[in-house]
């Protein structure tokens, strides 16, 4: 299994480009999630689906889209790209209560894309 | 929202010392989370736990959730070099869409000198 697999793993982009991170996952995980890595500030939550075709925002979800049309995917789309929109972006996807065990609830992480915005 | 407060933010050890870590929060959550994340790399989680007062192991890590539900504390014991590294606690709520969401803590780094 590849887990979870994110690309681009490193991006410069100019102000005021879009762009889409990818995400995808072959463990047939319900949850997915992306969060932005700021340094002292932990994981912070951007936006997150409970399955396909559901999605919800998190802490920090300004200035991002996503959208679940597949259980494996999960793009995360920058509009317009902003200095303040540099950081590492991880993709993450978990088992439901659904799909579970009970004891398999916790997070796999993709290794991360790291963007910056000048 | 939610926070999470996470000590110490950074550790100095020598090798072989054990380490110790916690997180605390304002409010409660169903499911406490550790993980380590090594340079470049995501989070990996490193222990799960699922029930107030749960203490769980795994190899020389050893985890607790608060009776309250409002804390966790991490130990690692004799530690080694390759123990470096950024520690984080989340916390996660069950029920509805809570499950999709993550608090995390703002980590603490680890350092282990030979």
């Known amino acids: 299994n590849a887990g979870v697999t994110q690309t681009p793993k490193f991006q410069v982009l100019k102000t005021g480009q879009s762009m889409t991170l990818q995400c995808a996952q072959d463990m047939n995980h319900e949850y997915m999630s992306w969060y932005r890595q700021d340094p002292g500030m932990g994981l912070r939550l951007i936006h997150y689906s409970v399955g396909a075709g559901i999605t919800d925002q998190g802490e920090v979800p300004n200035g991002y889209n996503v959208s679940r049309s597949t259980t494996e995917d999960f793009p995360l789309r920058l509009l317009s790209a902003a200095p303040s929109q540099t950081s590492v972006y991880f993709c993450?996807?978990?088992?439901?209560?659904?799909?579970?065990?009970?004891?398999?609830?916790?997070?796999?992480f993709g290794s991360g894309t790291r963007l910056t915005v000048v | 929202g939610q926070q999470l407060n996470q000590s110490p933010q950074s550790m100095f050890i020598q090798e072989g010392e054990d380490v110790s870590m916690n997180c605390t929060s304002s409010?409660?959550?169903?499911?406490w989370l550790w993980y380590k994340q090594d340079p470049g790399e995501g989070p990996v989680l490193l222990i799960a736990l699922y029930k107030a007062g749960e203490l769980t192991s795994n190899g020389r890590l050893t985890a607790q959730f608060g009776i309250t539900r409002k804390d966790s504390f991490l130990n690692i014991s004799a530690s080694i070099p390759s123990d470096v590294g950024i520690y984080f606690c989340a916390g996660q709520l069950r029920g509805g869409t809570s499950y999709g969401k993550l608090t995390f803590g703002q980590g603490t780094i680890l350092t282990v000198h030979p």
């Open positions: 993450a996807s978990s088992y439901s209560p659904r799909t579970g065990d009970g004891s398999n609830y916790g997070y796999t």
């Open positions: 409010s409660i959550f169903n499911t």
